[in-house]
């Protein structure tokens, strides 16, 4: 269930408190139950340098909860660090008071307090959890798990494996440094010095010869866009952003140094994972033996892989023609005709004044607005003088959001609650896709439709967490 190698089953140090019960829910009658502690540990990211001082859903590294579409489940989040917390399930629609926003949607979970999230899954598909209070040191010391929602109905995969794609900032000593830096926050986030699948430099998995793998890529960085790309095997992208493509499609080619920029060949796109995105790949693995590699971009058409896939048994013989679509989420079609559109402007702030509140983890920093507003942040919006929603919206109507990048960094923007269909750009052709983060680029506008059929106040916000938290958020009300 969690996907351990036996380096960090081996390695894994320390947490401070009993064994914990994370695990598949799949009970059948009642409400399934899962413990989700959540404390100190160490880790081995760096060979023979373990970390000191991270964070972790348990004592075992990245964490995947394996929850079934449809099935009641309770989670009942540990609080066993020495700050306060609370856990945001990303892309999960649920009701607004599960959504684990401090002050919006709970108060936060006390040192050595328990809070229980009572959760039915919607959609199947995979998303992902992390803290929404002091969230950048957070989610840097480790706090981001995987959350596997399986189909109601067993799609027939072979194997079924999570990587999580991220960053750790470490000196050379194997202990965290610095997590933002004023220079890096005003312009795309401070990126992580160690890139890790699994929170490992060097993963290997295998997976049965000639089976049908279905690999679940989430991007739980704080700041790096990743573009990933698979070797050695026919591969299609099943899934993106937790809902299902309604034709699966093959992956573009990564840039190299000769062609820094390629065109995707048509049919093909590519795989753009900015923080908070996931993709599911239906991977037809090799004969016994075989080695796929996933691989990642990196700056001057460079790249380096960040997981090894190996085949193993007697070969099942499966075919790149048994690869087909996922069954859809039950997400609400927008009326387009009759969608009233609604802009965003992502920019910078209004007066680069200094925020005040220092709860939460917030930072004295403001750089970055949405409509030239500011938000005091996910700490606490001062009661007495509370910032309007960015937008008011009415329950059951469709609307169209146009978010105008305008600015040269990357953007992530991430809405809270529902999910929204991506329609356009005005720079690239996108893949028909559900989505609930879009990835802005410089001086991008891009379009998304969606009916507001969830209540409540929803955040919407910037994924790299730097910009999140220094103004590049704010709260949509449905009503
Ligand atoms: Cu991934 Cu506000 O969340
Ligand atoms: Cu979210
Ligand atoms: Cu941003």
Not at 98 to 125: C, F, H, N, R, S
Not at 210 to 233: C, E, K, N, S, Y
Not at 274 to 301: H, K, N
Not at 378 to 407: C, H, Q, V, W
Request: with cysteine; aromatic share 6%; net charge negative.
């Amino acid at each position: 269930m969690l996907a351990l190698s036996r380096r960090n089953l081996l390695k894994l140090g320390t947490f401070g408190f009993g064994a914990a019960a994370l695990g598949y829910a799949r009970a059948s009658t009642a409400a399934a139950e899962i413990t989700l502690p959540i404390g100190r540990t160490t880790c081995e990211i760096m060979p023979t340098l373990p970390t000191a001082a991270m964070m972790g859903y348990g004592p075992t590294g990245p964490t995947v909860l394996h929850l079934t579409q449809g099935q009641h489940v309770l989670i009942h989040a540990q609080n066993r660090l020495e700050e306060v917390t609370t856990v945001h399930w990303h892309g999960l629609r649920g009701p607004n008071a599960q959504d684990g926003v401090p002050y919006l949607t709970q108060m936060p979970i006390g040192v050595g307090e328990d809070y229980t999230y009572d959760l039915t899954p919607k959609d199947a598909g995979t998303y992902w959890f992390h803290p929404h209070c002091n969230t950048l040191e957070q989610i840097a010391r480790g706090l981001a798990g995987v959350v596997v929602v399986h189909e109601a109905q067993d799609p027939g995969y072979d194997a079924d494996e999570v990587i999580q794609l991220r960053d750790f900032r470490l000196g050379n000593d194997g202990q965290f440094i610095e997590f933002t830096k004023p220079r890096n926050a005003v312009r795309g986030g401070t990126l992580g010095t160690v890139t890790t699948a699994n929170w490992q430099t060097d993963l290997h998995i295998t997976a049965p010869a000639g089976g049908l793998l279905r690999l679940r890529l989430a991007a739980t960085d704080v700041t790096r866009v990743f573009q990933i790309a698979v070797t050695g095997a026919e591969v299609r992208v099943i899934a993106a952003d937790g809902h299902p493509v309604p034709a699966p499609y093959a992956i573009a080619d990564l840039p190299t140094p000769k062609n820094r920029e390629p065109v995707a060949a048509p049919g093909t796109w590519p795989v753009i994972l900015a923080p908070g995105q996931r993709s599911d790949l239906a991977i037809v693995m090799p004969a016994e033996g075989g080695i796929v590699t996933v691989d990642m971009a990196l700056p001057g058409g460079a790249q380096k892989t960040v997981a090894t896939l190996i085949a193993t048994g007697p070969t099942l013989g499966r075919l790149v023609a048994d690869i087909k679509p996922l069954p859809a989420n039950p997400l609400s079609e927008p009326d387009l005709a009759t969608a009233q559109r609604v802009d965003f402007t992502i920019g910078w702030s209004p007066d680069g004044t200094a925020g005040t509140s220092g709860i939460c983890g917030d930072t004295p920093y403001r750089f970055w607005s949405i409509n030239r507003k500011l938000w005091p942040g996910e700490g606490a919006p001062d009661p007495a003088n509370p910032l309007a929603p960015l937008a008011e919206i009415t329950l059951g109507k469709s609307y169209i959001f146009r978010m105008k990048n305008e600015t040269k960094n990357d953007h992530p923007i991430h809405l809270h609650g529902m999910a929204f269909k991506l329609l356009s750009s005005n720079q690239r052709d996108l893949p028909p896709h559900w989505s609930d983060t879009a990835l802005l680029r410089a001086d991008e506008t891009v379009e998304v439709a969606f009916v507001a059929d969830n209540p409540g106040d929803w955040v919407f916000h910037c994924h790299v967490i730097e910009h999140q938290k220094t103004g590049l958020a704010g709260l949509i009300r449905v009503a």
